[in-house]
């Protein structure tokens, strides 16, 4: 990796959109703000959430989401979506009404099977089932902006499917689909990419028996499709996609919460976010029809 290159190139794309990321860290510093003054309510007495009952809100995605693949919350409280062809990214504003703007990753437009999307400050990257990332600085409107691809360790036989930052190790988590490794074949396995010397860990960062889980939540398999850290309880969410169901376990594998998500709610819940105030985001691919992003509150 050719460091000098890439230092040059972030230069270049933070000097040229400089007005609309001072713009965006004042929202940030109001977002942080709000999240404070909320965090004394919301941090202390989280105890989990209704996933069963009727969700916070329900909002109808863009035409081009409807394959929507992966989201990640921004430190201003912007969503960030993707489908799971196009490197075209969606940023929705919950704050004004689900307004939303887009971008793309080169010209043309890179193609791939993109199965997530995470934020590190400034810094975004996404990633394919074959664990490829490819990492970029947030564009304007309608703009095309340059990309670099990383190549984690990770293959297709793993297939990664959920990709979010953790602060606390300063890495990258994989959540895949499959592993390959000797005495890990009957486990769902997280991987962590580190991004002080862009290395993957030799052992998973987390694992999980995928049969307690299914005897849990009462499904038949439990395919990982996105992971997230809760940023008050510190815990991991991990999302099922084709049999809907969400699971809450520590970082020593402990599971503390396994649910099995109402199918008409979440045909196919793809990508998960939790917001600073703790209000988890889940975005459902539509298929046929439109996707759909629902959000629910924390219980206190």
Do not use: W
């Not at 297709?156 to 602060?167: A, F, H, I, P, Q």
């Amino acid at each position: 990796m050719n460091t000098n290159r890439y230092a040059d190139f972030r230069f270049r794309q933070k000097f040229r959109v400089s007005s609309s990321y001072l713009r965006r860290i004042q929202m940030g510093i109001a977002v942080t703000l709000v999240a404070f003054l909320l965090g004394g309510i919301f941090a202390r007495d989280i105890k989990g959430y209704h996933f069963i009952g009727n969700p916070d809100r329900q909002f109808q995605l863009p035409r081009d989401l409807r394959e929507v693949s992966g989201l990640a919350v921004s430190e201003d409280g912007r969503l960030l979506a993707h489908n799971d062809e196009s490197g075209t990214i969606y940023i929705i504003s919950p704050q004004d009404d689900f307004t939303f703007k887009r971008f793309y990753l080169g010209s043309p437009v890179i193609r791939g099977d993109f199965e997530g999307i995470a934020i590190k400050q400034d810094t975004l990257f996404l990633v394919t089932s074959s664990g490829t990332l490819v990492r970029f600085i947030e564009g304007a409107e309608e703009e095309h902006v340059p990309y670099q691809k990383i190549h984690t360790g990770l293959s297709s036989k793993y297939n990664v499917e959920g990709l979010t930052y953790d602060s606390e190790s300063n890495s990258l988590l994989l959540a895949c689909k499959a592993s390959i490794k000797k005495g890990h074949k009957m486990m769902k396995v997280v991987y962590a990419f580190s991004l002080r010397d862009y290395q993957l860990s030799s052992e998973p960062y987390l694992t999980f028996q995928e049969k307690k889980i299914t005897r849990e939540a009462d499904i038949k398999h439990f395919s990982p499709s996105a992971i997230e850290r809760h940023p008050q309880r510190g815990t991991f969410f991990i999302l099922s996609a084709h049999e809907p169901a969400i699971l809450e376990m520590t970082g020593n594998g402990q599971i503390l919460n396994v649910t099995k998500l109402n199918k008409k709610l979440h045909p196919q819940p793809e990508g998960l976010a939790i917001t600073s105030e703790g209000i988890i985001y889940i975005a459902n691919e539509g298929g046929k029809h439109f996707a759909k992003l629902i959000s629910y509150l924390p219980k206190n």
